[in-house]
Each structure stands twice: as C-alpha cells, then as structure tokens.
C-alpha cells in the first residue's frame, strides 16, 4: 500500500505535465489561427474548447489534491451550475416552479450524498426511478393540464443529463478495482482527458481540413474527417495512457473509442436541443461564448457508460 502512496503522485505528475505541454501548444495553434482566420466560427469554438479543457484540469488537479469529497462537491456545484444553464435556456413556466425547485434542493443534494457514501442502489435509481415518477406528480399539481406531458419530459431530461449523469463522474472514485486500490483519481483523469481530446481535435482538424459536413441539421459546423479524426486521436491517446489505468493496451483503446465516441454524441446531441430552441450557445443570454452545458456536454454522455464498463467488468 505504501508503495501506490508512492507512485501515484509521480504518475499524476506526468499525466499532468503531459497535459499542460498539449494545452500550451494547442494555446499557441489556437491564438494563431485567430490572428489568420479572425472572423471563422470553427476557430472560435477551437479557443472556447481549450479554454474550457484548461479549466477541467484545473477541476482535476483539485480532485487530485482533496480526493473523495473535494470531487463530490466541485462537480455538485458543476451539476449545480449546468442544471441552471439548462432550465433558464429551456423551460420558462412557472406552474411547474416546485418541480423544478425539486431537482435543486431535493434531487441534486441527494444524488451527490449517495455518491459520497457510496450507495450504489440508490445513487443508480433516485433519478431514473424516484424522480421520474415524483417530478409528473409535482407538475400534475400545479392544477396545469396544458403541455403536462412536454413540460414534466423537459424537467426530467435536465435532471438526468446535469445532476444523474454528471454525477457518474466523481462516482469513479469510489469503485473498489481489485489491485488499484487509491489509485481511482487517474482513471478519472483518463476519462476526462480522452473525451476532451476528441473533442478539440475534431474543432481543430474540421477548422484546419474542413470537409463534408456529418449531421449539418445538430452540428453545422462537424465534418466527417474531423469526427474520425477526433475519435482515432482519443483512442491512440487513450491506448497510450493504459499505464495508469487497470486496463491492458488492447482494453485501454476500446474503451477510449467507445468514451470518445460517446462524448461526441453528447456534443451532437446537446447541440441539437439547443439549436431546436433557437440558441447557438449555452449562456448566450448572458453574452458568454458557452457556459458550463458547453463545457461538459461530452461529459455527461461518456461518464455512465464509462463507469458501469469499469464496474461491470472489473469490479
């Protein structure tokens, strides 16, 4: 046991320099082609996603430092802030107030306090179950019949994609991996760290090569070449970095395939709502270039898959 006290602060610290050398270099691609391509929307989006990646390292590095429970709370008030992106952008009734009052001062503390205590069957089940079933007799009485079905469905699809999903993440660190004992912070880093690589290489080779454009009515602005770009990356990436985690080579690369891909779906997907309530980007209300949906869309799609791969098959 001393012995993984001992390495794991060297195998972070190259991990993390690793990744600040990537960030520092993408910067410097990113601040270049600004100046070449000023007004290109695709170069825009590059910067915001590796400003947003500098800012998940930082979340990294305090999960790193405070394990357990510095985790749980950082992503209770990401889960905190992305559930208020979401229903400030998506819903604006106020007879279903008290449902939604639900899913921050009920759902949301409670999904993250059985996380930290590590209770599985109710962590797995409040929101999928519980919620689903409390949120439509909430909104059922307000006493407003019109919309009941849309309005209670939008409810739930935020609660599950910003508290229930989200959630998964810092629930990493509490899966009890036979021979990786308090070593589960760098399969959390691997998560993290090949989903966002995706995601800035497809913005960067899309912008860099362009090309036939993948789903144009979700994504405008995603390409063919650049998506597989994007996903083969993280997967080489993902393969590379099997030494920090439980995982052989072979496993190490289809498991980042399949988070990579996963992540990109979530990009997709998130995309496609917002577009579908005429907003281009989350916080645009507010004048920001992306909020904090824009900064973990991605995320929120690979994290449950990733969890319950690790806890199925090597748990």
């Not at 270049?32 to 391509?37: A, E, M, V």
């Not at 000023?38 to 910067?47: A, F, G, H, S």
């Not at 800035?200 to 789903?215: E, R, S």
Request: aromatic content about 14%; some cysteine.
């Amino acid at each position: 046991m001393d012995g993984i006290h001992q390495a794991l602060p060297i195998q972070a610290g190259f991990v993390f320099f690793g990744i600040f050398a990537v960030l520092l270099l993408a910067t410097f691609v990113g601040a270049q082609l600004k100046r070449r391509l000023p007004d290109n929307r695709n170069v825009d989006d590059l910067n915001r996603r590796v400003s947003a990646w500098w800012a998940i390292m930082v979340v990294l590095l305090f999960a790193f430092w405070f394990h357990i429970i510095g985790t749980t709370f950082l992503f209770f008030l990401i889960s905190f802030a992305a559930l208020r992106e979401f229903m400030t952008l998506i819903y604006r009734r106020r007879s279903d107030h008290n449902a939604i009052a639900a899913c921050f001062y009920l759902l949301l503390p409670l999904q993250y306090y059985f996380v930290l205590i590590d209770w599985y069957g109710m962590f797995a089940t409040l929101i999928p179950v519980y919620a689903f079933l409390l949120l439509p007799v909430i909104g059922a009485f307000s006493g407003q019949t019109a919309g009941l079905f849309e309005r209670t469905a939008k409810i739930q699809w935020g609660a599950m994609i910003t508290v229930f999903c989200l959630s998964h993440v810092p629930a990493i660190m509490t899966l009890p991996i036979r021979g990786f004992e308090e070593r589960n912070i760098l399969l959390l880093i691997f998560m993290i760290v090949v989903v966002q690589t995706g995601d800035v290489l497809q913005y960067a080779l899309q912008t860099l090569f362009g090309g036939k454009k993948i789903m144009p009515a979700l994504s405008p602005d995603a390409t063919v070449w650049g998506t597989l770009g994007g996903i083969a990356g993280a997967t080489a990436l993902a393969a590379s970095l099997y030494r920090i985690t439980p995982f052989s080579p072979v496993q190490a690369a289809a498991i980042g395939l399949l988070v990579a891909v996963m992540g990109f779906f979530g990009s997709l997907v998130m995309s496609g709502i917002k577009r579908s309530h005429g907003v281009q980007n989350w916080g645009r209300s507010n004048n920001l270039r992306g909020g904090m949906l824009d900064r973990v869309d991605g995320i929120c799609f690979a994290a449950p898959v990733f969890f319950h791969v690790v806890r199925y098959y090597w748990v």
